[in-house]
């Protein structure tokens, strides 16, 4: 038997319910977001309701808009990610 919990996670479930937690938190209303990063109400909002996962450009914009790494910010289950597993903390190679 395996000693580590294996954690399933749905990442745009998981992305839709931190980023809008993160947006509350810092009273962040979504058109300024989108008028900051050059986008639509309309594609953050998508976003936040888990319909659309934003592009690899967006998603490097989004980190550094809000100043932090992509597990800790976006993950709902980062206490729990283990960096080898994270589809989002995997470092993409040239």
């Known amino acids: 038997m395996d000693p580590?919990?294996?954690?399933?996670?749905?990442?745009?479930?998981?992305?839709?319910?931190a980023f809008s937690t993160?947006?509350?938190?810092?009273?962040?209303?979504?058109?300024?977001?989108a008028k900051d990063l050059g986008l639509s109400v309309a594609t953050i909002n998508s976003w936040e309701l888990g319909k659309r996962f934003p592009t690899?450009?967006?998603?490097?914009?989004?980190?550094?808009?809000?100043?932090?790494?992509?597990?800790?910010?976006?993950?709902?289950?980062a206490d729990k990610c283990v960096p080898t597993d994270c589809l989002l903390a995997m470092v993409k190679k040239p």
């Open 4 to 17: 580590k919990p294996h954690f399933h996670c749905d990442i745009r479930a998981s992305f839709a319910t």
């Open 56 to 77: 690899a450009c967006n998603f490097e914009m989004l980190t550094s808009y809000t100043g932090l790494p992509p597990c800790k910010l976006f993950c709902v289950m």
């Open 22 to 33: 993160w947006r509350r938190k810092h009273n962040m209303p979504l058109k300024k977001v």
